[in-house]
Nanobody, 118 residues
Framework: QVQLVESGGGLVQAGGSLRLSCAAS?????MGWFRQAPGKQRELVAG???????KYARSVNTRFSISRDNAKNTVDLQMNSLKPEDTAVYYC???????????????WGQGTQVTISS
């Protein structure tokens, strides 16, 4: 069992930046960030494997950057040029599977609210 603890999030104006961090209680192959806005499905924002392969949602590809520290079992999401449509609850997640396999993500954080004002 891997536990995920998130930090960061909050309220910023459009065009601003935020950084989300997540610490895992153990090592795991793939870590990432999902988000869920009211009335919408949860979507993968960005994922990264332990060997550095990344995947981004098209809507954030040029604005967000995911990174991880394998030694510390942490993953960060740097969010720049934020837009009101980025407002959502952001969840840290982790899985033993590589990115893009379609397999479920095994572990989830509690979520952190990100609100972007216009």
């Amino acid at each position: 069992q891997v536990q995920l603890v998130e930090s960061g999030g909050g309220l910023v104006q459009a065009g601003g930046s935020l950084r989300l961090s997540c610490a895992a209680s153990g090592s795991i192959f793939t870590m990432g960030w999902f988000r869920q806005a009211p009335g919408k499905q949860r979507e993968l924002v960005a994922g990264i494997t332990s060997n550095g392969r990344t995947k981004y949602a098209r809507s954030v590809n040029t604005r967000f950057s995911i990174s991880r520290d394998n030694a510390k079992n942490t993953v960060d999401l740097q969010m720049n040029s934020l837009k009101p449509e980025d407002t959502a609850v952001y969840y840290c997640a982790a899985t033993r599977w590589p990115l893009g396999t379609g397999n479920p993500w095994d572990y989830w954080g509690q979520g952190t609210q990100v609100t972007i004002s216009s």
